[in-house]
């Protein structure tokens, strides 16, 4: 069991994300909308993995991961992309992003991912 931060801008992604997650065992810390409040939260909680999407308002995901790793290096953050977003997911891998999730979102996939990440 996981304790998880979910950082989305996206209600609905949130609560599948959620509901994948919790299905399988673990637990969620918390949700955040922004980039901004999941730095917050994430400072805050500590969790041991945090999946953060990319594109959000007032701070997106690449720049909270940059934020959040320079203040935790051993930080685990899974980010969650879109298709499309080849460069985004390159800058990420740069900041030290632990995997990646694509939209729309993998049950299996994504549960190996976090099972791997937080064995
Ligand atoms: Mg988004």
């Known amino acids: 069991m ?3 931060l979910i950082v ?3 209600r609905t992604s949130r609560k599948i994300l959620r509901t994948m997650l919790e299905s399988a065992g673990h637990n969620i ?3 955040a909308a922004n980039g901004e409040e999941g730095i917050e939260k994430y400072l805050d909680l500590k969790p041991d ?5 990319i594109t959000m ?3 997106d995901g690449i ?3 940059k934020q959040i790793r320079m203040l935790d290096n051993n930080a685990k953050i899974v980010m969650v992309t879109a298709a499309g977003q080849k460069s985004k997911m390159i800058e ?3 900041f ?3 995997d990646f999730i694509t939209k729309p979102f993998e049950p299996d996939h994504i549960i190996s991912i976090v099972n791997k990440l937080t064995k």
């Open 2 to 4: 996981a304790n998880i």
């Open 8 to 10: 989305d801008d996206s």
């Open 29 to 31: 810390l918390d949700e």
């Open 49 to 53: 993995l945090t999946t953060m999407d």
């Open 57 to 59: 308002p007032v701070m």
């Open 63 to 65: 720049e909270a991961l």
């Open 92 to 94: 990420a891998i740069k």
């Open 96 to 98: 030290g992003a632990a």
